[in-house]
């Protein structure tokens, strides 16, 4: 394998506020302060970026110049569907206009995708989906979440769209909550432009096993992207990524791995109150001893131990590749 890219959401960069913090976490930042962070992270090569710009007088080319003078180059635009103005859905919304708004904001991330020559539009549709039992009639809600991306990928055959599912938040319920629903969705569109983006943290609080989801993914040839980050499964934390589970984190990238899929190791973490040039560092360093663990790992004895289900074999073998790596 060459080597390996390493990315972040922009996001990774921003400053945050909850529902006690709104006076947030820190001052408010401009994208061109948040691609500069970016660019003092050692070994990180792309971004994904949110559209539209908080600024609405920022160009694209006050952008490229400030990824360029940054090293970085663009993976994925993913609009914002999941704002106030898209609280009762972006694809699901019962109001044809607000429906329509969503697509024409999709289509216009689709051409900031072309500008940049970055890879996909990223749909992340948060308020689709329901709170309350009766809320909504559930087969309307699926078809149209589904006519949504479809009606996208049809618009745009030159481009890739993903879907980065999530089981909750903000809708209690989201229409694109697993890898096996996601998928189903996708099938059933029957479109070859459209596949998954595997959220690891998304997997791990949806109770999936992430190396499980990953190869469902590949093994429907959906898995056109993913985002590496950590939690402790009852909330999607967005920590450092192996900081909890850096066993399934290897698990996970070992079934990359071994079914030689090849992508962006992307971060998608919130360091609310943590720098974030070192969480993103930390992460990366970490992701880069998983990578020498993979080299180091004997995959033959692990196919061996694994055909016997010996667990303990197995996670013998992974510790000791994973854990003598620092």
């Known amino acids: 394998m060459g080597k390996q890219q390493f990315g972040a959401g922009i996001w990774h960069f921003a400053t945050y506020v909850d529902r006690y913090a709104t006076d947030g976490y820190g001052p408010p930042r401009t994208l061109i302060e948040m691609i500069d962070l970016a660019g003092q992270v050692d070994d990180l090569l792309v971004v ?39 609280a009762k859905g972006a694809f699901t919304n019962p109001d044809h206009g607000i429906r329509r708004l969503a697509n024409e904001m999709c289509n216009e991330a689709a051409d900031v995708v072309r ?9 992340w549709p948060g308020q689709d989906g329901w709170d309350y039992p009766f809320q909504v009639d559930h087969k309307a809600v699926w078809q149209a979440s589904m006519d949504g991306i479809g009606e996208l990928a049809e618009q745009n055959p030159d481009l890739q769209f993903v879907i980065e ?17 996601t998928l189903l ?123 016997r289900h010996d667990a303990v074999a197995a996670l013998n073998l992974a510790r000791k590749a994973l854990f003598s790596t620092f």
């Open 185 to 307: 969705g996708i099938e059933k569109i029957g479109l070859p432009n459209i596949g998954i983006l595997l959220d690891f943290g998304h997997s791990l609080y949806g109770g999936e096993s992430p190396a499980d989801a990953a190869q469902l993914a590949i093994d429907h040839g959906r898995l056109f992207g993913m985002d590496v980050n950590d939690n402790f499964r009852s909330w999607d934390d967005d920590l450092i990524a192996g900081s909890v589970h850096p066993i399934e984190l290897f698990e996970f990238f070992y079934t990359l791995r071994k079914n030689n899929w090849e992508g962006v190791w992307q971060l998608d973490q919130f360091p609310f109150r943590e720098d974030s040039v070192a969480a993103a560092n930390s992460a990366i360093t970490f992701l880069k001893a998983i990578e020498t663990a993979l080299d180091r790992l004997d995959f033959d004895a692990m196919r061996e131990a694994q055909s």
């Open 48 to 86: 994904d970026i949110n559209f539209p710009f908080v600024d609405p007088d920022l160009s694209l080319d006050a952008v490229g110049k400030a990824l360029d003078r940054n090293g970085l180059s663009v993976i994925g635009i993913t609009p914002e569907i999941y704002t106030r103005r898209f």
């Open 165 to 181: 599912y999530k089981p909750r938040e903000p809708r209690v319920h989201m229409s694109y909550d697993s890898v096996s629903r």
């Open 115 to 123: 500008h940049f020559g970055a890879k996909y539009v990223k749909l």
